[in-house]
């Protein structure tokens, strides 16, 4: 089985999408939703215990970097995990990160 070939343009949307996930208050953001929910941002506020502007701020980085999707219902924005293939990487990262080293 051959690896798979990245386009140029699937390299800048992945550097794009790193990028979104580079700070450790929109990688718990992205496992507050790993569970398949469909959270408003202040639900996703008080779960990962952050401000809701500041929530605002990060949740607009990940939908801009292609991580998550939104809508809108009355005056509350609710947000979902756009790339379900994003748990498979947040595993990888627990798998790499968190451990002492020897």
Known sequence: MG????????????????????HPDRIRIV?????GDTLSVNQ????AGLKQSI?????KLLKN?????????SNQVFYSLYKKELL??????K???????K
């Open 31 to 35: 496992e507050l939703l790993a569970g």
């Open 55 to 59: 929530t605002s701020q990060h949740l």
């Open 65 to 73: 970097g292609g991580a998550l999707d939104s809508h809108k219902l």
């Open 88 to 93: 498979k990487l947040l595993a990888c990262i």
């Open 95 to 101: 798998n790499c990160c968190g451990r002492e080293r």
């Open 3 to 22: 690896k798979r070939q990245l386009t140029h343009k699937a390299f800048l949307e992945a550097a794009v999408m790193l990028k979104a996930l580079a």
């Open 44 to 47: 996703i506020a008080k779960g």
